[in-house]
């Protein structure tokens, strides 16, 4: 989220995706995701849906950064990754309630706040790969985050299967 607007800056991207464009595309897709995540897991299993989800993330991501100049087809890809990159939260938040239910608080904590106190090391450790002063790029620092993204791939598939293989209730197939 913080070098979105200096990854697109170095692709000569347009003051108007530099100064919000980005954001606004990368939240909106995450925020269009949220209902179609929830559909999906009731429907496939979470398991599924984290695999597509993270697999999908990463080749988006990876095509956003081997593109060398911005254009309209970023904010698209951007929107996309914000989508997939979207599905985690609601769909582990939603297992993690499944899993330890009557916990609510307690997974709230551990699914929400945790992530949150790990992750405030992200911008820190960004900052340095992407400072110039050190040889450092935008592009460069989030491709060190793009090898980072196997380790979600892999957490999705030691997700349960639900006992029950079928579709939740007041679905129908």
Not at 34 to 45: I, S
Not at 68 to 74: E, F, M, P, R, Y
Not at 154 to 162: D, E, Q, T, W
Request: hydrophobic residues 55%; contains cysteine.
């Amino acid at each position: 989220i913080f070098l979105l607007p200096d990854l697109l800056l170095s692709r000569r991207a347009p003051s108007w995706m530099v100064e919000g464009g980005g954001h606004f595309a990368l939240v909106a897709g995450a925020c269009l995701s949220l209902l179609p995540a929830g559909h999906a897991t009731d429907r496939w299993g979470a398991r599924r849906v984290l695999v597509f989800a993270n697999a999908a993330t990463f080749v988006l991501f990876a095509t956003l950064l081997s593109r060398s100049n911005a254009s309209s087809l970023d904010l698209v890809i951007v929107a996309a990754v914000g989508a997939c990159n979207g599905m985690n939260g609601v769909v582990t938040i939603s297992e993690g309630n499944r899993l330890l239910p009557g916990q609510a608080s307690g997974v709230s904590a551990l699914m929400m706040g945790m992530p949150w106190c790990v992750a405030a090391f992200g911008p820190v450790v960004a900052g340095m790969l992407a400072d110039p002063a050190r040889g450092g790029t935008p592009a460069g620092a989030l491709g060190f985050f793009l090898l980072l993204m196997p380790l979600a791939l892999v957490a999705g598939l030691f997700v349960r299967p639900r006992a029950d293989t079928g579709s939740a209730p007041g679905l129908t197939t």
